[in-house]
């Protein structure tokens, strides 16, 4: 999705940019750069926010680019190289070749399970008014 407007909320984690309405649900946006301790390349006219379903924790994921989006069958995708190190690969499944450029591919679950986004997450929940709620 294009990037629409995203709201700072106080006291949250530097990787944890603020939150956005998307289809009427309130999500909190993150970056990579922040998560993995990379320099941040800010929100271009190619940035998309990806955001995440079907896992413990709804997320949008802001990336520089979105190129292409591929299927990748689990025997395709190869280990790290150990270069990387543990507080960057704790988020990367793995990697895989793509038109002849390494990709690597992020774990999206253990992602969701980061102490960052878990406490952005318990921050928006106790932000929402309370008549909301039942």
Do not use: W
């Not at 909320?9 to 530097?14: A, G, I, K, R």
């Not at 994921?61 to 591929?70: Q, R, Y």
């Amino acid at each position: 999705m294009q990037v629409p407007p995203i709201v700072p909320v106080p006291n949250v984690p530097p990787a944890v940019l603020g939150i956005i309405n998307f289809r009427g649900q309130i999500l909190s946006v993150t970056t990579i750069h922040g998560l993995l301790g990379l320099v941040a390349g800010g929100s271009g006219s190619g940035s998309k926010i990806i955001v995440t379903k079907d896992l413990p924790l709804v997320t949008g994921i802001l990336a520089d680019s979105v190129e292409k989006v591929v299927e990748v069958a689990a025997k395709d995708t190869q280990p790290l190289p150990v270069t990387i190190g543990d507080d960057k690969a704790r988020l990367l499944a793995g990697q895989i070749y793509v038109d002849k450029r390494v990709v690597f591919l992020l774990d999206l679950g253990q992602l969701c399970r980061s102490e960052s986004l878990r406490a952005a997450q318990a921050r928006r929940h106790s932000a929402e008014p309370i008549e909301g709620r039942q």
